[in-house]
């Protein structure tokens, strides 16, 4: 069974950055896209980044241009690159990967929160 670990969050003040990092238990499996989920307390989960393995990046319009999603396909690893937090970026972070036979991992979560 493959599972998602997660590691990387953590309290920061606003304007500063944080790397979050998600690996699968095993590199040998065949991940077709990954990304980075997000859910602040009374919300719903939220895409916040996606990228294909082929590199192919799509981004909330919320982070555009403070945010950074890339990957290392060898490892089966995927990373968050976090600038300019603001405190309404604080919530849980999921790491999601979609499976090449079609099945759908979550990590664990990790707390990011921002103070003003």
């Known amino acids: 069974q493959v599972h998602l670990v997660e590691s990387g969050g953590g309290l920061v003040q606003a304007g500063g950055s944080l790397r979050l990092s998600c690996a699968a238990s095993r590199s040998a499996v065949s991940i077709n896209a990954m990304g980075w989920y997000r859910q602040a307390p009374g919300k719903q989960r939220e895409l916040v980044a996606v990228i294909t393995n082929v590199g192919s990046t799509n981004y909330a319009d919320s982070v555009k241009g403070r945010f950074t999603i890339s990957r290392d396909n060898a490892k089966n690893t995927v990373y968050l690159e976090m600038n300019s937090l603001k405190p309404e970026d604080t919530a849980v972070y999921y790491c999601?990967?979609?499976?090449?036979?079609?099945?759908?991992?979550w990590g664990q979560g990790t707390q990011v929160a921002v103070s003003s």
């Open positions: 999601n990967a979609q499976t090449a036979w079609g099945g759908t991992l």
